[in-house]
């Protein structure tokens, strides 16, 4: 389906226990989820920039598979997102967030392990700016990338985000190489 540079990008907020995010979706899938607590001026700028002369316009209803895939998924019911995102980046970033989708739920990866996978191996430093582009946290799980030496490293929707997710996913808080199970 191609994009209607006129269409709206629909979004919604999610209020789930201590996580409120902002989503926004095309009529081609997720194409953000925010940083949790973060206005929604977080969203209108990156809708801005991103989808220029879009209007951004809030629609709860059409949202709610994607906010329902989001809170199972927060109240680990589910281990993966299954419904379609709609990345926009430069061939460099898809290959990126492609490799990102392809780490297993509760394993982790170095930027290494990741520019390794998409055949770049001197660009770890790249694929650290491309994993800080992510727009769709969670859906496209940059939190599951971590220091080669195993220590956490930074996260758009923050390093307490970060590691609430690694909890869930883990079961407990990652202190260092060997606490999660890399691939």
């Avoid at 269409?7 to 194409?31: D, F, M, R, V």
């Avoid at 582009?133 to 923050?158: F, W």
């Avoid at 390093?159 to 883990?170: I, N, P, Q, R, V």
Wanted: hydrophobic share 40%; proline share 6%; charged share 20%.
């Amino acid at each position: 389906m191609k994009n209607d540079t006129n269409a709206p990008i629909y979004w919604t907020q999610l209020q789930l226990q201590e996580w409120n995010l902002h989503l926004a979706a095309t009529s081609n899938g997720l194409c953000y989820v925010g940083s949790p607590n973060k206005p929604f001026g977080e969203l209108a700028d990156w809708a801005a920039a991103k989808f220029s002369g879009r209007p951004l316009v809030r629609d709860d209803d059409s949202l709610k598979p994607y906010a329902g895939g989001l809170a199972e998924y927060l109240q680990g019911k589910s281990r993966g997102f299954t419904l379609p995102v709609d990345l926009t980046g430069t061939a460099f970033q898809l290959d990126v967030w492609k490799a990102l989708r392809n780490i297993p739920y509760g394993q982790t990866k170095s930027y290494s392990d990741i520019a390794h996978e998409i055949q770049k191996p001197a660009a770890v430093r790249a694929v650290g700016a491309a994993i800080g582009a992510n727009p769709v946290l969670i859906a496209v799980p940059c939190h599951r990338v971590i220091g080669k030496n195993g220590a956490l490293t930074g996260y758009r929707g923050g390093m307490d985000m970060k590691t609430k997710l690694l909890e869930l996913e883990c079961g407990a808080v990652p202190a260092a190489a060997g606490s999660l199970r890399r691939v």
